[in-house]
Nanobody
């Protein structure tokens, strides 16, 4: 089993920034991809960004140029720097860890709420 703990959510004004952190623990030896998903009220969960063990990153079109994923899977940590936040970014953000990108599910954190509002 793998446990994921997120932190860093909160309330921010439009145009502001937040940094999310995710720490993995437990049986992490099979984890090669870590990423962030989000789910807005009334919408399906969607991929925001992910990173593989070699460092290659992947972003949703809606966040390209504004969000940056970083971290070290070998050290069980991943971060999401979110800049130029918009009200549409309001959602619960979930950390995810899995063995490869095409894997259907994987492990999930409890989620952290990001609210972008004036």
């Amino acid at each position: 089993q793998v446990q994921l703990v997120e932190s860093g959510g909160g309330l921010v004004q439009p145009g502001g920034s937040l940094r999310l952190s995710c720490a993995a623990s437990g049986s992490t030896f099979g984890i090669n991809v870590m990423g962030w998903y989000r789910q807005a009220q009334g919408k399906q969960r969607e991929l925001v960004a992910d990173i593989i063990r070699a460092g290659n990153t992947n972003y949703a079109d809606s966040v390209k140029g504004r969000f940056t994923i970083s971290g070290d899977i070998a050290k069980n940590m991943v971060y999401l720097q979110m800049n130029s936040l918009k009200p549409d970014d309001t959602a619960v953000y979930y950390c995810n860890a899995k063995p490869y990108r095409g894997f259907r599910d994987g492990y999930w954190g409890q989620g952290t709420l990001v609210t972008v509002s004036s």
